[in-house]
């Protein structure tokens, strides 16, 4: 059983998002997942893998009542330095961010919308 808590709820309606308007495929996307960082394991919201099995996209989730800003973007960086994902986003359920990372020279670059998948 899931407990429906604020954050949960913006991640539900982004996983439906991702499936139902972006064509996510739902078998490639995996929900709060562990993630090991620096000996810590750290937990990310939804990771998304490509058709190959590698990453794809690692996606934040905060519950609408939190802004986003520099601390959410730091978070998701941090997980990223393991998954290694050429793409993260960011939302709030009202807010929503993506950027494109360039994993070979480590520059992130902000989308205008969503990467397609």
Not at 1 to 25: A, D, G, K
Not at 49 to 75: H, L, M, W
Not at 94 to 108: K, N, P
Request: glycine letters at 6%.
């Amino acid at each position: 059983m899931v407990v429906l808590t604020p954050e949960e709820w913006v991640r539900q309606h982004f996983v439906h998002f991702m499936i139902n308007v972006l064509s996510y495929p739902k078998s490639l996307i995996k929900l709060e997942s562990g993630i090991g960082y620096n000996q810590l394991q750290k937990r990310s919201d939804i990771k998304v893998y490509n058709r190959d099995g590698e990453p794809f996209a690692i996606v934040e989730c905060k519950a609408a009542s939190i802004s986003i800003g520099k601390e959410t973007f730091d978070q998701v960086a941090v997980y990223n330095k393991t998954f290694r994902a050429p793409f993260i986003i960011v939302t709030n359920g009202m807010e929503h961010f993506s950027c494109e990372i360039d994993l070979q020279s480590g520059t992130t670059k902000f989308m205008e919308g969503f990467p397609v998948y």
